[in-house]
Antibody, heavy 117, light 108 residues
Framework: EVQLVESGGGLVQPGGSLRLSCEAS????????MNWVRQAPGKGPEWIAY????????YYADSVKGRFTVSRDNAKNSLYLQMNSLRDEDTAVYYC??????????WGPGTMVTVSS | EVVMTQSPATLSVSPGERATLSCRAS??????LAWYQQKPGQAPRLLIY???TRATGIPARFSGSGSGTEFTLTISSLQSEDFAVYFC??????????FGGGTKVAIK
């Protein structure tokens, strides 16, 4: 069974940093591309980052480009999202998802990030 | 960027009735359209992909149709567990992947 579990969320002040992790199990993590998707309270989901299995190709949404960095460690079956220069509008639940032709079959339960002073 | 627009924002339906949800893309996405269901406090769950293919374990009362720019999700006979928010997502032209704003199916 595919399992994705995010961690690392919390309360952070504007301008601060946070690092999210996603631990994967139940599939060959090193064979799959991964996404980060976030969802602000009461809003639809927003795709924010994609990383290919080898880490050789990475894409970001314009809203996070230059501030967020996605990475992965295939030996640890883990995906990461380093978030810097956080803004109020980054407040959201952050999900990691496995990429299957960009259909999001599998989602983790999410981790909440709150940016507030 | 492909903009996805869902209507209506809220749909009030009685249990046992049919619900019809719409999703429109700002440009053609072929059949590269997925539907997700989300209940409070939970992650979205994939219902439909390829515009009309049900994901594993999804009941037959859920059906999807359409191609190009106009898509429909139909729930033939609403059960209590179907009251939720539904999102469409295109994966034809990315990055970015884009989602609609959602339709809330509420009890009438």
């Amino acid at each position: 069974e595919v399992q994705l579990v995010e961690s690392g969320g919390g309360l952070v002040q504007p301008g601060g940093s946070l690092r999210l992790s996603c631990e994967a199990s139940g599939f060959s993590f090193s064979s799959y591309s991964m996404n980060w998707v976030r969802q602000a309270p009461g809003k639809g989901p927003e795709w924010i980052a994609y990383i290919i299995s080898s880490s050789s190709t990475i894409y970001y949404a314009d809203s996070v480009k230059g501030r967020f960095t996605v990475s992965r460690d295939n030996a640890k079956n883990s995906l990461y999202l380093q978030m810097n220069s956080l803004r109020d509008e980054d407040t959201a639940v952050y999900y990691c998802t496995r990429v299957d032709t960009m259909i999001l079959f599998h989602w983790g339960p999410g981790t909440m990030v709150t940016v507030s002073s | 960027e492909v903009v996805m627009t869902q209507s209506p924002a809220t749909l009030s339906v009685s249990p046992g009735e049919r619900a019809t949800l719409s999703c429109r893309a700002s440009q053609s996405v072929s059949s590269h359209l997925a539907w997700y269901q989300q209940k409070p406090g939970q992650a979205p769950r994939l219902l439909i992909y390829g515009a009309s293919t049900r994901a594993t374990g999804i009941p037959a009362r859920f059906s999807g149709s359409g191609s190009g720019t106009e898509f429909t999700l139909t729930i033939s006979s609403l059960q209590s567990e179907d009251f939720a928010v539904y999102f469409c997502q295109q994966y034809d032209n990315w990055p970015p992947l884009t989602f609609g704003g959602g339709t809330k199916v509420a009890i009438k």
